[in-house]
Antibody, heavy 116, light 110 residues
Framework: EVQLVQSGAEVRKPGESLKISCKGS????????IAWVRQMPGKGLEWMGI????????IYSPAFQGHVTISADKSISTAYLQWSSLRASDTAMYYC?????????WGQGTLVTVSS | QSALTQPRSVSGSPGQSVTISCTGT?????????VSWYQQHPGKAPKLMIY???KRPSGVPDRFSGSKSGNTASLTISGLRAEDEADYYC??????????FGTGTKVTAL
């Protein structure tokens, strides 16, 4: 079974750093792009960017470029989304998903709460 | 990259058909046959319902169908059921390995 399992919920203060993860299983992790998608509380889905774990080629949405970093460690079939300085407005659910020209499957989501 | 435009909500009686529109531009929806649709129940991760405009993944009921005309894609649910109540999002390829989601539509079975 193709599966993406994300790390657990996180609570941080503004200005702190954070790295969340997405582990793939049941398929060749290096052969498919992984996407990250944000969903702010009560809001819609926003495409953040994608990474190709085979060579770490990464494409960002202009809306997120410069504020987040997407990376991957193919040796452990895991993709990452990280922030060096969180803002309160980063409070959201973050999903990873395997990309073809659609997104399937999706991880279960990681809730990030940023509050002082 | 602006979000694709969807109606905020649609509703219908059980057994009726409802259609959700998804309007973009010639740079996304109109330019590629890579529109997908996702169903999201409260507190759950999105689920793929339609890909490549009209294709249905294994396990998705055939009452879900997709189409596209120009810069507007549509998802139709024929024979609406109570379990179809959810939020629905379209998504389109926008070139250069980028994607854009729709604003989302809440479907209600009256």
């Amino acid at each position: 079974e193709v599966q993406l399992v994300q790390s657990g919920a996180e609570v941080r203060k503004p200005g702190e750093s954070l790295k969340i993860s997405c582990k793939g299983s049941g398929y060749s992790f290096t052969s498919y792009w992984i996407a990250w998608v944000r969903q702010m509380p009560g809001k819609g889905l926003e495409w953040m960017g994608i990474i190709y774990p085979g060579d770490s080629d990464t494409i960002y949405s202009p809306a997120f470029q410069g504020h987040v970093t997407i990376s991957a460690d193919k040796s452990i079939s895991t993709a990452y989304l990280q922030w060096s300085s969180l803002r309160a407005s980063d409070t959201a659910m973050y999903y990873c998903a395997r990309r073809e020209n659609w997104f399937d499957p999706w991880g279960q989501g990681t809730l990030v709460t940023v509050s002082s | 990259q602006s979000a694709l435009t969807q109606p905020r909500s649609v509703s219908g009686s059980p057994g009726q058909s409802v259609t959700i529109s998804c309007t973009g531009t010639s740079s996304d929806v109109g330019g590629y046959n890579y529109v997908s649709w996702y169903q999201q129940h409260p507190g759950k991760a999105p689920k793929l319902m339609i890909y490549d405009v009209t294709k249905r993944p294994s396990g998705v009921p055939d009452r879900f169908s997709g189409s596209k005309s120009g810069n507007t894609a549509s998802l139709t649910i024929s024979g609406l059921r109570a379990e179809d109540e959810a939020d629905y999002y379209c998504c389109s390829y926008a070139g250069s390995y980028t994607y854009v989601f729709g604003t989302g539509t809440k479907v209600t079975a009256l």
